[in-house]
């Protein structure tokens, strides 16, 4: 069972409503089941909507933000739980370590940076946790055909590309990510490097 998600998604709202509608839906949905969000530590986009859904609920809320964006007063004042780090790489190493269940929401730039490296990660053997995609009104659709098509041109392997758990329905997915399988850890790492 999961105990915490790291979400990984927009500090902006997108042009298509459904895309805040689902992620207050989601932090709904997390607090429900007493699933802890950890997230961006932002108030604004649909990373703040996601925060605003668990809150809604009561449930818990820790936000991750590095330093210079807490000087632009982006950060959400109702958290649980805000911890600053200097940086985004510290950040995203911080968010890996809080959560064992990673989710993606539409984003930008460093919604897929994040999500990609915590792929590559998995892939490596670096950590089991199951990784959802929350394919909002198709948005991830033309991504999800890129990543088909390295499979099929064989920089991929079939095996990580199928650990990307993709589902429209905020319960389909989240189940999806409850009854993951991980792939056994390669047996050249150790116990100290995962």
Not at 20 to 45: P, Q, S
Request: net charge negative; charged share 20%.
């Amino acid at each position: 069972m999961m105990e915490s998600i790291v979400v990984f998604c927009g500090s902006s709202e997108g042009t298509n409503e459904q895309y805040a509608k689902d992620a207050f839906r989601l932090g709904e949905t997390l607090a429900k089941a007493n699933i802890k969000l950890v997230y961006g530590g932002a108030r604004i986009g649909i990373m703040g909507q996601v925060a605003s859904g668990v809150l809604a609920e009561n449930g818990k809320v820790l936000g991750v933000i590095p330093e210079f964006l807490m000087k632009k007063e982006v950060f959400h004042p109702n958290l649980t739980e805000l911890i600053i780090t200097q940086d985004m790489h510290e950040r995203k190493l911080k968010m890996h370590e809080l959560s064992d269940g990673i989710l993606m929401l539409p984003g930008g730039y460093g919604t897929l940076e994040e999500f990609f490296e915590m792929l590559t990660w998995a892939q490596l053997g670096l950590h089991q946790f199951p990784i959802g995609v929350l394919n909002t009104s198709g948005f991830y659709d033309s991504l999800l055909q890129m990543m088909t098509h390295m499979v099929n041109q064989g920089f991929v392997k079939q095996e990580n590309y199928d650990m990307i758990l993709v589902a429209e329905s905020i319960d389909e997915l989240l189940t999806k990510m409850e009854n993951y399988k991980s792939l056994p850890v390669p047996k050249w790492l150790t116990k100290e490097q995962i």
